[in-house]
């Protein structure tokens, strides 16, 4: 148990939570956050309107503003936010609620040795995803297998990444494609990546995704990028 955290006390991650209208549930995400991994958090805001803001800086938390053009810009923007000044790797998650913020230090740990770790959806709490949302998301699963020839999670919020795996990226997507970017970028560049096995639950708030046109967004994606090449 030492060993373990002394592990992830020398370990330099930033957190980045990208944020809209999460008022129901960012307080609780942060000091969940504080109370297993406290170290530095961002919170990248899409313009909220119901104190999202307001409620991370009483936190302590970094925020910043992102484009308003989705959560792949919010991420992007993250990303440089982060890497101006720093060479430390970052852990996202999604601020609704959703993801065992609890599980961050094993993904801290996992990424020592690779260069991105996924948190694995592999348990759904009841209410979690309706019918139609766990298709698509098996579809979606199944589609990248067949197209990378890898078993991963390419939908999930939550993961870790070193500075040089995302630098390597040269990442694009403004929406909910860029975790299939992310994910099929990882897969070209013949990356280490681990998956760390984690529930997913029921989200604070309503969902941004909107099934047909994000949907699609997330297939266009996962089709494009299939013969993507680094630079």
């Excluded at 060993?3 to 980045?16: E, G, H, K």
């Excluded at 990303?79 to 996202?92: H, I, K, T």
């Excluded at 065992?100 to 209410?127: Q, S, T, Y």
Aim: hydrophobic residues 40%; aromatic residues 10%.
């Amino acid at each position: 148990m030492y060993l373990n955290v002394v592990r992830i006390i020398t370990t330099m991650v930033v957190i980045i939570l990208p944020t809209k209208n999460e008022a129901a549930s960012i307080h609780t995400v942060i000091t969940d956050i504080r109370n297993v991994f406290n170290r530095r958090i961002i919170v990248v805001d899409g313009h909220s309107v119901d104190g999202t803001r307001k409620i991370a800086r009483k936190l302590g938390a970094d925020v910043i503003l992102d484009h308003g053009k989705g959560k792949g810009d919010a991420l992007r923007t993250a990303f440089d936010y982060v890497f101006e000044y720093s060479n430390e790797s970052v852990v996202f998650v999604d601020a609704d609620g959703s993801y065992p913020v609890d599980r961050i230090p094993d993904l801290v740990n996992a990424l020592k040795d690779c260069d991105m770790v996924i948190g694995d959806r592999v348990e759904f709490a009841p209410g979690s995803l309706s019918f139609l949302f766990r298709l698509g998301d098996w579809v979606s699963r199944a589609l990248f297998r067949l197209l990378y020839g890898r078993k991963l999670d390419n939908l999930s919020g939550f993961r870790g990444m070193t500075r040089s795996a995302i630098e390597k990226m040269n990442l694009t997507e403004d929406g909910f494609g860029i975790e299939t970017e992310i994910t099929a970028k990882a897969a070209r560049l013949g990356l280490r990546i681990k998956s760390v096995p984690i529930e997913y639950w029921k989200r604070d708030g309503r969902s941004k995704f909107r099934p047909v046109r994000d949907g699609l967004t997330v297939l266009r994606a996962m089709i494009r990028y299939r013969w993507w090449k680094p630079d």
